[in-house]
């Protein structure tokens, strides 16, 4: 099993419709992160969280919100979907870095959505 | 906002050539991580490198790092048709800071 995964792999919707993404970990890590990816942009970082009750803002957040409603749950909404935030959307996770730890990013396999 | 810079933006090779992709980057760093992303798939580690280092190995893989240029390249060594894949470099030193740059798609050719 993956230890990252998100739900759904694929989804389809058309403008103005409530979407959430579902996202659950079993690294044991209390940091979760939301990522978007465009073509030609790499990734951009939407919220994260650094454990049930703190979670913050990243470079785009606007027309998102998350809940992080356990250690090993973090979800993504999009309250009502608008065309350009047609991507693909990655999960998270990681350690705090600091002297034995990188940072490394877990990925989960990422959740495309189209918004028609 | 993009860190790091990944050229070429497509790389396409032989396989068993080698491959190498370079990453620039503007402010000072404590490592640099580069990760691999199958299409349509997840990002995965590959390798950190921290500013102290100038070069790390793994497997197949040769990381170099400049401070003084600020850039890092990646090489893959005897590349295989599986290799084909994009490559980002990271930095920012990880976790919530880390930023991603474009990557730069590789596809090796059977």
Redesign the interface.
Known sequence: DAD?TQTPRNRITKTGKRIMLECSQTKGHD?M?WYRQDP????R?IY?SFDVKDI?K??ISDGYSVSRQAQAKFSLSLESAIPNQTA?Y?C?T????GQK??????????S?LTVL | SQQGEEDPQALSIQEGENATMNCSYKTSINNLQWYRQNSGRGLVHLILIRSNEREKHSGRLRVTLDTSKKSSSLLITASRAADTASYFCATGGGGFKTIFGAGTRLFVKA
């Open positions: 990252v940091r992160y030609g942009l790499g990734l970082l994260y913050n990243g470079e693909l990655f998270a990681s350690d705090p870095p730890n990188t940072g490394e990013l877990f990925f989960g396999e990422g495309r």
